[in-house]
């Protein structure tokens, strides 16, 4: 595959280093906030007295199996909405779109990370939005698995994550008022574990909260949909950050932009910005 990744935009100093201040608001932080403020605040947003039973995703099986008993009897349930394929880009093409999004300006987010928005700028809370275009020829490998044959991206998010910044995300759901059924998920650079959590569950296996762990293989495509995407919030761990890790997070539209919907011509409108594959970070 030739040019994955434009190489349009603002060069910038330095490969995933500590920048002066950080983008942490309210109860998020960080290694370098904590640390000029002396504040200690769990990265995670959990609190040590939440009980939580603890299950690891096996791809093959698309179980969620007890962690530490893999063996015959092992407690699990099945775990739906979650597709990973490993290897799903070489490593000279992992260091060709790391390489080219360096190119383009790192703005500070929360919690020690660093973003690219490609896409519409959305304002959730009042649920208006603006258009810019943004350009990934990954997308044609992505349709070639069946999960994602007719998948159309309107959105891609790359977050840049260090171990020196103390790096996370909170658990969190992605809105679904303009975002629709697939998150797309490319890792670059190291392996990690998106965990997923849920307050309660039906699972008679499971007492209090439930956390399940879907290790992410470096240059691994993750999908998720249906009940892990909008029951489960998924999130990342500060200490589940080995090295630098960078990822692509591609979005759809929700029905409500698609033909049929209340907001047909805007989502009409966006999915022609985005599928001409233009654009730089907003």
């Known amino acids: ?72 009897g092992r407690r699990s349930f099945p775990f739906p909405g979650v597709f990973l394929c490993e290897d799903f880009v ?25 973003k690219q928005d490609y896409g519409p700028k959305v304002n ?58 697939r998150l797309v998920t490319l890792n670059l650079l190291s392996d990690t574990v998106l965990t997923m959590s849920r307050a309660g569950t039906a699972e008679p296996l499971c007492t209090g909260g439930v ?4 290790p992410l293989p470096r240059r691994s495509l993750l999908v998720l949909y249906g009940e892990a995407r909008f029951q489960w919030k998924h999130g990342i761990r500060r200490e589940d950050v080995a090295d630098r890790r960078v990822c692509s997070t591609f979005r759809e539209l929700s029905a409500e932009f698609l033909p049929g919907g209340e907001q047909e011509g805007l989502g009409s409108e966006l999915l022609g910005i985005a599928l001409a594959f233009r654009g730089v970070p907003l």
Not at 96 to 101: A, D, L, P
């Open 1 to 72: 595959m030739s040019s994955l990744v434009p190489g349009i935009g603002v060069p910038m100093a330095g490969e995933g280093g500590v920048e002066p201040g950080c983008g942490c608001k309210g109860i998020r932080s960080c290694l370098i906030c904590e640390k000029q403020n002396e504040r200690k605040i769990n990265a995670n947003g959990q609190t040590p007295q939440q009980t939580r039973s603890r299950f690891v995703y096996e791809p093959a099986s698309g179980l969620a199996v007890a962690s530490g008993e893999l063996d015959a």
């Open 211 to 214: 956390e399940v762990s879907i």
């Open 90 to 114: 070489s490593e000279e093409e992992e260091r060709e779109m790391v390489q080219q999004m360096d190119l383009d300006e790192w703005k500070q987010s929360q919690s020690g990370r660093r």
């Open 124 to 181: 959730f809370k009042k649920r208006r939005l603006k258009a810019a275009g943004f350009s990934r020829l990954v997308v044609r490998r992505m349709k070639e698995q069946p999960v994602l044959k007719d998948f159309q991206p309107v959105e891609q998010c790359n977050l840049d994550y260090h171990p020196r910044r103390g790096s996370s995300i909170d658990p969190h759901l992605d809105d679904s008022w303009l975002w629709g059924e």
